[in-house]
Structures are given as C-alpha cells and as structure tokens.
C-alpha cells in the first residue's frame, strides 16, 4: 500500500545486523519460490488449487478475518483512549524526529500506492453498479451505499490492522531498542524464546505475508499499466505485455540498487506524492466540484452511521452469491492489509520515534483514512455521476472493468488524454517505488538491520517479481486475492500475539509509572508532613516556654505586692555579698 521511501537513523544504521538470518530466508524462500514454481508450470492446476482454498477459507473462516479487524479496531481505540496512550515509544526525554506536520505528510505518504490508483474509480463504480447480494434501493441510495462499503474496506479497518503492529514494533525499537524486526514485537509476551526457533518462525510467517502482498499490488500495478496502454492503443493489453513490463519495472529497480541512484528513490516517492495530488485535484475541479465536496462529507457522515453494521456484515444470508462476494471483497481487503502489515507497520514505527502511544494511534487511524476518503469520494464520485448520466463503463467480466475504470473516467473529462498519460506515469512510480521499499523491508526482516546489504534487496525483487509473474499466470486478480487471503491466516495469529504483548508491556508500564508517581507523591508528602510537624513543634515549644515565663513574672510580681517593704531578691544578694570580710583584696 505504501510506497514511501523509508528514513533511516544513523545511530541505528551503525548498530544494526546486516547478515541474514538463515532460519528466517530459508523456509521463507521454499514456501515463496514453491508458490511461483508451481504456478508458472501448472498453471491450470494452481489456479484450481487457488480456488479449493479460498472456498474453504472464505467458507469456515470468513467469520474469523471479519471478527478479528473488528477486534483490531477495538484494540487500537483502547491503546489510544486509555492511560496507555500516555507511554512514549521512545526513553522518556526523546523529542520526536519529526515535526507534526512532516509526520502527518508521512502518514499520508503511507496511504497512497498502487491499491489506491487501481480501485480509486473502479470499487465505488461496482458496488454502485453491481451491488452487494442482499442492498437494494433507489440509485441514491445505491450510490451512498456503495461509498459507505468504499470507506469500510480502505478506512479505519485497514490502518487500524496497520497501527496495533506499527504501535508494537515501535514500542520493541524506539523504547526497548531492539532491532527492527517482528519478533521483538513479542517478546514481552515470549520472553528469551523469540531468540529461537519461535521468533524464527514469526519472522519467516511476516516475511511470506509481505512478499505476497507487495506481489499482490505489483500485479495490480502492472493489470492497470497493461490496460491502460491498450486503451490508448499503445501496447495489447495481453500476458506477454504484463510479463514485459514486470521485467523492465524489476530491471529498473535492481539497477537503481547497484549503481546507487536508489539515492535518488526519496525524490520519486515525493514526486509520486505530487503526482497523485495534481491527479486528485484535477478530478475535482474538471468534474463536478460542488457535488464531490458534498459527496465527501455526507458519505463520511453515512459510514459512520452504518460502520457497526457494516463490519460485521458476512453476508450470511446471502448463500452461494454472498460467499463470493465476501471473498472477492471484505476478506481480500483483509487479508491483503494483514499480508500488508509488517510492510506499513515498519514504516510507520520508523518515522514515529518520539511519539506518545496516543499520537501515534490517532495520527495512524485519522490522517490517512481522511485523505483515502477525499480520494474516493473524488474519483468514485466522478464516476458515479458519469454512469448516471449513461456512461459506460462495462468490460467483459462485468458492468464493471476495474483494469480500464480510472482511464474510461478521465476519458470523460475536459483534457482527459492528458491525464491519462499522468496516470499512467504516476502508476509507473508507484511500482518503481514499491518494488525498492518492499526490497528494503523484506531484507529489514530478514537481517534484523535497518540497511540490509544490496545483494539482499535485489534477491527480494527478483523474487517478488517472479511470484507477481506467476500469479498473474496463474489466474490474474483472482489468484492474487486468494494469495492475500491465504497468507493472512497464519500472520492474523502472530497479530494477535502482538495486540497481547503490547496489553502486557503496556499495563507494565502503566503499573511503573504509577509506583513511580506513588513514591514520589509518598516523599513529596512525608517532606511536607515533616515540615508542618516541626513548624507545629516550633511554635508549640515557643508558646510554652513563652507561657512559662509569664508565669513566673506573675508570680514574682504577686510577692512584691505582697511584701512591699521587703528589698529586691538581687540588693539583698549584692548586700550580703557586700558584708562580707574582704578576702585577698
């Protein structure tokens, strides 16, 4: 999802391991390569295989992916409500790396990639024209219904998986000062054993979900490049042309990785960034603005009215087309933004140092989920109102072609050729962009290290690559929903393991800090009770001897009234005194 250029620390650079970890790329590779062998050979066996599977995830488990994000949202709002949202993920007197508003563009940065480009038009426009089994309803409400499901499957859901790990993992980092890595993520939870076979095992589990889900949107990239040079009359959008372009997009990025114009990959990802804003604001201002303005803010208020409902919605009434549905859908979605989750949660741990749990929750969960709003709601939006006035956006599977959706759109717009080549070069950098991060990350995971080696980030792309190609042979978008959908199953549990390792480590700290503050209020308390009890013993001391004295000057006083003709104490002394025979004088 994300495509932005990782920063790196210096300080963590020089510490950081760089050799691989062997248990970790070793069974990692099997499972990877055995994936892309088996598709490229068989390719009519894998995608039956492909299938089985699904059916049988989405069948017994769908459940499962749509109760435990909801969990995941649940989580991420507790982390951010409560007195864990105090704990700094870093030691006490760390400043935050960033300024606020460098943080927030990003976290925006982290929210824009491929995904968005591919389905920005093509998903409010299918669920508008081919709606859920079971909605049913004029075409307004159809069209506010389908930007509702829009906002399920790419808002809070999504980065809500994206902040429970990225909050983990940068706790392990930032606080404790572990290596970037998954495992540490659990080790409150594990203790010493994810030095072992068990961190070797979540690590190698992290690694196999986010190849198959920087695959995923490597394919998605390269269907819509593909499709929108056949709309142009460029190039067939065919297999071979996908094929090509994979190997000239993975060419491209080996040789920025060893003649070090990688370097130079910061300045694609903030020209990405500039691209996809000139695109967004060209949809809403040469379409119709107004009505997109609108649209944006009651489409928010809809999702938040029908967010419960939604959420749990597993079409179970629904039978055999409901089922389908589902799968093509809500358990792709998230199943792909759990495969997804090592790959932002990185990111977003990365650049977060500093921050307050709390920050870190509510900047995660709102700023990207607001700009991925705003960009549904302007190209699907645009789009919608086209159909509505008897544009057609059918392919052939379809009412709907998802490959073509985003260029049959600008077709529809004044200077619509124009941006249709920008779109297709904004596309072109995400996937020059996503293939160097997700070498970066998959060799981050695989050696511990914030700068794995480049013969390491190179292996990655080619087998990143490699495993798009073959999914793509394999049955194209369908296969690579099912890949997102079946890797996700063993990484949800490492999730869980997580969200009850930060409980753990959290409600540690928490308890710390309040033996702490107890302690402290305790001494602070004893001083002052000190102080005021010897301030009181002061003055009673005082008062006493002061009430003493009166006394005897009383009584003294009484005497001499009594016995007026009677000389002073002291002149009878002295008189005495001075009776005396003078001795020695």
Avoid at 126 to 149: D, I, K, N, W, Y
Avoid at 161 to 187: C, D, F, N, Q, T
């Amino acid at each position: 999802m994300s495509t932005k250029t990782i920063p790196t620390s210096d300080a963590a650079t020089a510490k950081a391991p760089t050799k691989v970890i062997p248990w970790v790329l070793g069974p990692a590779l099997v499972v990877i390569l055995g994936v892309a062998l088996f598709s490229i050979l068989l390719p009519e066996q894998a995608e039956s295989v492909f299938g089985s599977i699904q059916s049988g995830i989405i069948g017994g488990l769908g459940w499962y992916y749509v109760l435990l994000v909801a969990a995941f949202v649940i989580v991420a709002i507790v982390f951010a409500v409560s007195k864990f949202g105090d704990i700094k993920l870093g030691k006490d007197d760390d400043e935050p790396e960033f300024s606020l508003m460098s943080w927030f563009s990003m976290l925006f940065a982290a929210g824009m990639g491929i995904g968005l480009v591919f389905y920005g038009v093509g998903e409010p426009l299918t669920h508008f024209l081919e709606p859920r089994p079971g909605v049913v309803g004029s075409q307004q409400s159809l069209a506010q219904q389908a930007m509702s499901q829009t906002y399920l499957h790419w808002g809070l859901h999504a980065w809500s998986i994206y902040a429970v790990v990225g909050v983990a993992l940068a706790y392990a980092v930032h606080r404790k000062g572990r290596p970037m890595s998954i495992r540490w993520a659990i080790e409150p939870l594990l203790g010493k054993r994810v030095q072992g076979g068990w961190g070797n095992a979540i690590d190698t589990i992290a690694v196999i979900g986010t190849v198959f889900g920087v695959a995923t949107s490597l394919g998605l990239g390269v269907l819509q490049i593909s499709a929108g040079l056949g709309y142009t009359g460029i190039a067939e959008p065919n297999i071979l042309t996908q094929v090509i372009l994979i190997l000239v997009i993975t060419g491209v990025t080996i040789f920025s990785l060893v003649s070090g114009v990688h370097k130079g990959m910061k300045w694609l990802s903030n020209t990405n960034l500039i691209l996809a804003g000139l695109l967004l604001f060209f949809v809403l201002f040469a379409g119709p603005t107004l009505f997109l303005l609108r649209e944006w803010v009651q489409s928010m208020g809809a999702y938040l009215q029908n967010v419960v409902g939604l959420t749990f919605n597993v079409s179970a009434y629904q039978g055999a087309a409901g089922e389908a549905w589902q799968s093509s859908w809500t358990t792709f979605y998230w199943g792909w933004w759990m495969s997804w989750a090592p790959f932002v949660g990185v990111f977003i741990a990365r650049i977060s140092k500093g921050r307050t749990v709390r920050q870190f929750v509510l900047g995660v969960l709102l700023v990207p989920t607001l700009v991925t709003f705003l960009w549904f709601a302007v190209l699907g939006g645009t789009a919608i109102m086209q159909s509505l006035e008897g544009r057609d956006f059918s392919g052939s599977d379809g009412p709907v072609d998802l490959n073509t959706a985003l260029f049959n759109m600008l077709a529809g717009l004044p200077g619509g050729s124009i941006a249709t080549v920008g779109a297709l070069l904004l596309i072109l950098l995400f996937f020059v962009t996503s293939a160097d991060s997700g070498s970066l990350v998959m060799g981050m995971l695989t050696t511990g290290g914030t700068e794995p080696r480049n013969r390491v980030r190179i292996a990655w792309a080619l087998v990143t690559s490699l495993l798009a190609i073959s999914l793509l042979i394999a049955g194209g978008l369908a296969s690579m929903q099912t890949a997102a959908i079946i890797t996700a199953l063993p990484f949800s549990i490492v999730i869980i393991l997580m969200c009850v390792s930060s409980f753990k480590a959290f409600g540690i700290e928490v308890r710390r800090e309040q033996r702490a503050k107890r302690r402290l209020f305790a001494a602070e308390l004893t001083e002052s009770v000190s102080a005021d009890l010897s301030g009181q013993v002061s003055d009673q001391v005082t008062e006493q001897v002061t009430e003493h004295l009166g006394t005897m000057t009383a009584q003294l006083d009484l005497r001499q009234l009594a016995s007026p003709d009677a000389p002073p104490a002291t002149d009878a002394s002295t008189s005495a005194e001075s009776d005396r025979p003078d001795s020695g004088r």
